[in-house]
Each structure stands twice: as C-alpha cells, then as structure tokens.
C-alpha cells in the first residue's frame, strides 16, 4: 500500500493579520497639498498578481532631511515620519500617499513575499538624477524598472509595477551582511 504524496507548505510570513497598521499607506500628513500617489501591482513571473506581500517604503522628507518625526507608526496627522507600509491585496496591488522625497529622487523599498525566505530591497525613482552610481551601473532597459511613470492626467500621481522574476523583473538590491558576504538579494 502507497501512501499519497505529503502536501507542499506555503512559507510564511502571513502579514495580513500581524504587521499591517490603519493608515499604513497613508505616509503623507492629512490633507497636505504636496501629496503624491505611488501605486501598482506586484506580480510573479508568470504575470499573476501576488497578494499578501508586505511593502515598507522609507524616504527622506520633501527638505532631504532623513530625521523624520519620531515614531513610524504617528498618525496625528501633523508630521511627516518618512515610513509607509502596505500589504498588496487579492488582485497584487497596493497604493501609497506620500509627499515627494527631498535630495535623492526616489523611495526606498523593503518587500516582505510569503513563500520567498529573504526580503528583497529595491528602489522607486520618481526621476532619474543624474550621476546616480546605482542608474548608470544598469543597462538602459533594467533601469526602466526602477522608474515610477507618472499617470497621464493623474495629479501627482506614479505607477510602479514590481515583477518578482522574468524578463521585465524589478532590479532588486544586494547589500553585503556584516561578515562581507552577500546579503539578501
């Protein structure tokens, strides 16, 4: 007598119950009139979308200071802390209200993916700057997936779509652990 094959286990972490917070896309003070929307979907590399994934997005303030007010998860709607965090949905998207960052054009990115055993780190650039090192060490057609489009006739408003793999995956950052080794990819 066989035995059927054990299932497979999805690996965790499960973030739609523990890590989100009200008001976790909603970086941006209420109300400001600098505000901007980051938006888009996080996609595998067969295209389908992946919900349940964990963004934290962190960011200078519009003066480039990198202080922010104390406290990430403030929500008295009078300061600026320079931290957001959002979980995609069913359908892999995910919105972001923040104001622009000051100093390097861009947001940085920490992706938390049920089912992948490290984050992956990567970068929102609303504009290229020149002279960038990260920008001009990448080909002209990977460095497109670092760049948010802004939506025609949208107020303030970018798209960033994120790819986990294929010929259009993100470029995701590495950064070498404390011991020289490569760190997560």
Same mark, same amino acid.
């Not at 970086?27 to 400001?32: L, N, Q, R």
């Not at 519009?62 to 990430?72: M, N, Q, R």
């Not at 300061?79 to 998207?93: C, M, N």
């Not at 949208?154 to 294929?166: K, V």
């Given at each position: 007598m066989s035995l059927?094959? *054990?299932?497979?286990?999805?690996?965790?972490?499960?973030?739609?119950?523990?890590?989100?917070f009200p008001?976790?896309?909603?970086?941006?003070?209420?109300?400001?009139?600098?505000?901007?929307t980051v938006h888009g979907c996080l996609s595998d590399g067969d295209g389908a979308p992946v919900p349940e994934a964990l963004l934290e997005f962190w960011q200078a303030a519009?003066?480039?200071?990198?202080?922010?007010?104390?406290?990430?998860l403030r929500r008295d709607g009078a300061?600026?802390?320079?931290?957001?965090?959002?979980? *995609?949905? /069913?359908?892999?998207? #995910?919105t972001l209200r923040t104001l622009p960052p000051g100093g390097?054009? #861009?947001?940085?990115?920490c992706l938390l993916v049920p089912g992948l055993t490290r984050h992956l780190f990567t970068r929102v650039y609303l504009a290229f700057p020149e002279h960038d090192p990260l920008i001009e060490a990448l080909p002209p057609a990977r460095r497109a997936t670092l760049l948010a489009a802004p939506?025609?006739?949208?107020?303030?408003? #970018?798209?960033? /779509?994120?790819?986990?793999?294929?010929?259009a995956e993100t470029v995701f950052l590495a950064f070498p652990d404390r011991g020289g080794r490569p760190g997560p990819p």
């Open positions: 059927p094959a *054990t299932p497979s286990q999805t690996i965790g972490p499960f973030h739609g119950t523990a890590l989100p008001g976790g896309g909603e970086a941006a003070p209420v109300g400001h009139p600098d505000t901007i519009p003066d480039g200071s990198l202080v922010g007010a104390p406290g990430s300061a600026f802390t320079g931290f957001g965090r959002v979980v *995609t949905r /069913d359908d892999g998207r #995910y390097a054009p #861009y947001l940085a990115l939506e025609a006739g949208g107020h303030r408003t #970018y798209r960033f /779509d994120i790819r986990l793999r294929g010929g």
